[in-house]
Each structure stands twice: as C-alpha cells, then as structure tokens.
C-alpha cells in the first residue's frame, strides 16, 4: 500500500513509497521484519482472522520472504515468479477482490483494491517467461552446469 488512510506520509516518516518499491518488502512485511507483529503475528492473523491453514499460511510467509529475494538475485526464477503469481491470485480472491480494481489512493474505500496484485501478476508472468536473463544466479548455474558436461565429454 503505498497511500493510505494515514495520510501521504509513512509511519516511518517519509515516504511510502521509498520502503513499499523494494519487491522484498512484500515477504519482509510478513516475515515480521517490518511490522510490529512479527513471524507468529502474521501466522495468527492468516490463520485465526483469514482462515488459512497453517501450512498455506506458512508457505505464503516464506514463499513472499524467500521469493522476493530470489528473485531479486535471479534464483529460480520461473518457479519464484510462479509461486508469487500464485499468493498474489489468493491475496485478490481472498481479500481485494470485494474492494474493487483500484487501490486506495485517497483513503475513501473500506479497503485495496487489487490493481496492484493484477500489476505483480504481470511482472510475474513476465519473468516466468524470459527467465531470470544472463546476469541471474539462474544464468550463471546453467553456465556452470554446461561447461562441467562438455568437459566430462
């Protein structure tokens, strides 16, 4: 959410923006690293106030934490990027999809709407196509693995 109800401003002091763009906020947010409820904050409200199950839960924390730093280094990039397009989907079903397209830029609406869960899914579906690209983590295992196979040839 980059504005909110809480005005231009962060809670942090500057912009919203500034924290919002990095792609591993959308884990470290759920991880607990940003918010104040922590790791067994963030699995009490998807299980008790969501109704996950504790595994779906679980792997939703991860998947976003883990993931985002994937694929910001390019590792596993196709799988990262599906199962992120996979949390994003359940984020727009389970909670944004009853609030509209748009998000909430000036506070008016009871919640986000899921514009942007449809713009991550794009992204997502974008870099499951191309792959993580030559200087990837992904790039450099294929190398790797290709000269170790026409060495042993």
């Known amino acids: 959410m980059v504005f909110s109800n809480k ?18 906020s959308w884990g470290a947010k759920d991880a607990g690293l940003v918010w104040r409820n922590g790791f067994s904050g963030t699995m009490a409200f998807f299980t008790e106030q969501m109704g996950m199950p ?9 998947g976003e934490f883990l993931g985002s730093l994937a ?3 390019g590792f596993l990039t196709r799988f990262t990027s ?3 397009a996979l949390i994003m989907v ?3 079903t389970m909670v944004h999809w009853q609030h509209g397209f748009f998000m909430n ?7 986000e709407g899921y514009e942007y869960h449809l713009l991550a899914i794009g992204l997502c579906l974008s870099l499951f196509m191309t792959g993580g690209g030559k200087f ?7 190398q790797r693995l290709k000269s170790s ?4 040839a």
Not at 54 to 62: K, M, P, Q, T
Not at 136 to 142: E, K
């Open 7 to 24: 005005g231009i401003l962060g809670k942090c002091g500057h912009a919203p923006g500034f924290r919002d763009c990095h792609v591993s």
């Open 54 to 62: 504790a595994l779906v839960a679980f792997l939703v924390i991860i």
């Open 71 to 73: 694929l910001l280094m």
């Open 82 to 84: 599906a199962s992120l």
């Open 90 to 92: 359940g984020a727009m």
């Open 105 to 111: 830029w000036f506070g008016h609406q009871a919640g």
């Open 136 to 142: 990837s983590v992904d790039a450099v295992i294929a």
């Open 149 to 152: 196979s026409v060495s042993e």
